[in-house]
């Protein structure tokens, strides 16, 4: 396995972002820079041996600095959705940004999407090529408590399998909920309403309006969220009647026994055979869409065109809005426990 560290540019600040290219001999590779840990292209080949970019995101740095929809980020101090950006912890109220209507949204203003994470170890071995980072969020930052230490690694592996592991630790009690927010497209263009899709779930987190869930865990069964089976993404109109025009649904993962990273997510592309299989140890996945792109769609790396429906995203997580429902498996982190998970993203053909 190769490794490769480089200057990707700096920021308005003056400080250096690098980027990081982890490669196995085939010509398959992760890039990822530390500027919100962002996973800026993946190439894996085809059925054909052809090699393709994966995901969406940019070649030059300044793309990343701009506004964009969270391509490829580490999102925290706590992904997804907190409803009004409220929450009660040891019987103290906090009150969070409100980036997302009236709710909080991946962390805030200013979430470990859009920090200069330190690069603290480059390791390339014979089967694997990885690299790890390290963040420290301060009591109060984004109005969370706590000083908050994170590490992230990211591996490569020669099965083309990427693995994501993080860590943390708090003085303070604290709310965590982490994921990777890479956008998808086994295609490498066009929408993904034919890519074909099976998840490992048989409830979601219903939803009312904001996507703020409502407390019950339904059933998928009978309904346009029912990926038990494969099924086209498009196949049902995008889920139409389901507050969205497309899939940004939390789905309640199955257990998976005698496995230590349960089967979230299989997708198959038919048209260039490429695979990508999701397990993990959290209990949700986020199936998002690319509902909002914008009308003139975004060009990203190659400059390839993607509009919405373009890619879609396997956000493994803890529920959105946890710490509003006592019945959510919990995201509080307290002082002396390490929050520990792992997520594996493994490309294949056929």
């Known amino acids: ?90 019987g103290v109220h906090h009150q969070l940004a409100t980036n997302n209507g009236e709710n909080h949204l991946h962390g805030g203003v200013v979430g470990f999407d ?18 790890e980072f390290a963040l420290r969020s301060p009591d109060g930052d984004e109005s969370y408590p706590g000083n908050l230490d994170v590490r992230v690694r990211y591996s490569f592996s020669q099965d083309h399998t990427l693995r994501i592991d993080y860590r943390a630790t708090t003085d303070r009690a604290t709310i965590l909920n982490l994921t ?80 230590d990273l349960a089967l979230a997510a299989e997708v198959h592309d038919p048209a260039s055979g490429r695979t990508l299989t999701c397990r993990t140890d959290q209990p949700g996945l986020q199936l998002y869409t690319f509902n909002f792109a914008p009308p003139e769609g975004i060009r990203c790396s190659d400059d390839v065109l993607f509009e919405r429906h373009g890619a879609f995203c396997l956000e493994t997580q803890h529920f959105p809005d946890s710490p509003n429902h006592p019945h959510f498996p919990s995201t509080v982190l307290r002082p002396g426990e390490v929050f520990r998970s792992s997520t594996t993203y493994r490309f294949g053909v056929r």
């Open 180 to 259: 990777n927010h890479s956008f998808f497209n086994l295609s490498g263009g066009g929408t993904i309403l034919d890519h074909v899709l099976r998840l490992g779930a048989s409830r979601y987190t219903a939803v009312g309006p904001g996507l703020i869930p409502t407390g019950e865990l339904a059933p998928v069964a009978g309904t346009p969220l029912d990926f038990t089976q494969p099924v086209a993404i498009g196949a049902r109109g995008m889920a139409a009647g389901l507050h969205v025009p497309g899939y940004d649904h939390n789905f309640v993962l199955d257990p998976d026994p005698g496995c």
């Open 1 to 90: 396995m190769n490794l490769h560290s480089e200057r990707f540019g700096f920021l308005p600040d003056g400080r250096e972002a690098r980027r990081i290219t982890l490669a196995s001999p085939d010509g398959s590779r992760v890039q990822c820079t530390n500027l919100g840990l962002s996973i800026t292209r993946i190439d894996v080949r085809d059925r054909h041996g052809r090699p393709g970019n994966v995901v969406l995101g940019f070649d030059h740095l300044e793309r990343y600095v701009q506004k964009h929809p969270f391509f490829g980020v580490i999102a925290g101090r706590y992904a997804n959705r907190i409803a009004k950006g409220r929450f009660t912890l040891d």
């Open 114 to 131: 859009k920090q200069l994470w330190d690069v603290v170890a480059l390791d390339a071995g014979h089967d694997t090529a990885a690299v």
